[in-house]
Nanobody, 115 residues
Framework: QVQLVESGGGLVQPGGSLKLSCAASPSIFSTHVMGWYRQAPGKQHELVADINNGGRTNYADSVKGRFTISRDNAQNTVYLQMNSLKPEDTAVYYC?????????RGQGTQVTVSS
């Protein structure tokens, strides 16, 4: 059974930081590209960042220089460190595991950036 369990969302002021975590099933963590997507109200689902099992990362232009994705292979966990948060970063953030046509997504965690 594939599980992706996110944690770490919440309310933060503009300019603040949050760190999201996603604990994944061992069966997929080592073989799938792990990533974070987000969806804001009225907007499309979009890729925020992803990382493959070799550590290669990919970021959306809107978060480059502010967000960092990382993975702990021993803990089967992927992280998203979010710094210098902006109100436009407000969204539900989803952990994602992808390999070819196979795609798994967690239930999501709300991130709200507001003063």
């Amino acid at each position: 059974q594939v599980q992706l369990v996110e944690s770490g969302g919440g309310l933060v002021q503009p300019g603040g930081s949050l760190k999201l975590s996603c604990a994944a099933s061992p069966s997929i963590f080592s073989t799938h590209v792990m990533g974070w997507y987000r969806q804001a109200p009225g907007k499309q689902h979009e890729l925020v960042a992803d990382i493959n099992n070799g550590g290669r990362t990919n970021y959306a232009d809107s978060v480059k220089g502010r967000f960092t994705i990382s993975r702990d292979n021993a803990q089967n966990t992927v992280y998203l460190q979010m710094n210098s948060l902006k109100p436009e970063d407000t969204a539900v953030y989803y952990c994602n595991a992808k390999r070819g046509v196979f795609n798994y997504r967690g239930q999501g965690t709300q991130v709200t950036v507001s003063s």
